[in-house]
């Protein structure tokens, strides 16, 4: 399945399926783009990042693919698993920003049905 | 052992009180964040802290005041508090030296009532 990760909506996937997170950002000159997993009661936890000079990147089980012609970035999830069930938020970081300031998309809810 | 830890993890306290939060990091990091999430997951910044320096202050009333005795610890203090404080704050460190991904601690969870 597939969602726009800037109002908060939910994505429902089947256990086993691959997930399609995307996400819009808003500035093109962002340079350094990373997505956080947030589970209930929990802090955002790193996923994976990407910088302005690369198209793709892989992870274990995770792809996050950047679009800067059309400010898009997902992030792709194989095997989707309960485990899996949590907020995912993009975050981008521009050049004029100081280290640490990103501007966070308002998140995607996942939800890995059995 | 938890890389960055603060507390308390929930803080429910009346209108006008005074509080504080506490974070400590133990990965060596030079740079602490103070983050607010809100009611719609909403996260923003709201300070930097590098080597105990104030980096960046996000228009942020003046109410809250973070506080850095060194580089491993970021505490917030705030004070009067409002029903609009109510939020979830996230402590967070990064090395500081490059940009790179932040670590954030589990948050606490402030009701203002």
């Known amino acids: 399945g597939e969602s726009v990760g800037l109002h908060l909506p939910t994505l429902s996937v089947q256990e086993g399926d691959n997930s399609i997170i995307n996400c819009a950002y808003s500035?093109?000159?962002?340079?350094?783009f990373i997505w956080y997993k947030q589970e209930s009661g929990k802090g955002p936890q790193f996923i994976i990042d990407?910088?302005?000079?690369?198209d793709k990147r892989q992870g274990q089980r995770v792809t996050v693919l950047l679009n800067k012609t059309v400010k898009h970035l997902s992030l792709q999830i194989a095997a989707t698993q309960p485990g899996d069930s949590a907020v995912y938020f993009c975050?981008?970081?521009?050049?004029?920003?100081?280290?640490?300031?990103?501007?966070f998309g308002a998140g995607t809810q996942v939800v890995v049905t059995p | 052992d938890t890389a960055v830890s603060q507390t308390p993890k929930y803080l429910v306290t009346q209108m006008g009180n005074d509080k504080s939060i506490k974070c400590e990091q133990n990965?060596?990091?030079?740079?602490m964040y103070w983050y607010k999430q809100d009611s719609k997951k909403f996260l923003k910044i709201m300070f930097s802290?590098?080597?105990?320096?104030?980096?960046i202050n996000e228009t942020v009333p003046n109410r809250f005041s973070p506080k850095s005795p060194d580089k491993a610890h970021l505490n917030l203090h705030i004070n009067s508090l409002e029903l609009g404080d109510s939020a979830v704050y996230f402590c967070?460190?990064?090395?500081?030296?490059?940009?790179?991904?932040?670590?954030f601690g589990s948050g606490t969870q402030l009701s203002v009532l």
């Open positions: 990407i910088r302005s000079n690369m």
């Open positions: 802290y590098n080597n105990k320096e104030l980096i």
């Open positions: 967070a460190s990064s090395p500081g030296n490059i940009n790179e991904k932040l670590f």
């Open positions: 500035n093109s000159a962002s340079d350094y």
């Open positions: 990965l060596g990091h030079d740079t």
């Open positions: 975050a981008e970081n521009r050049p004029t920003d100081s280290w640490g300031k990103f501007q």
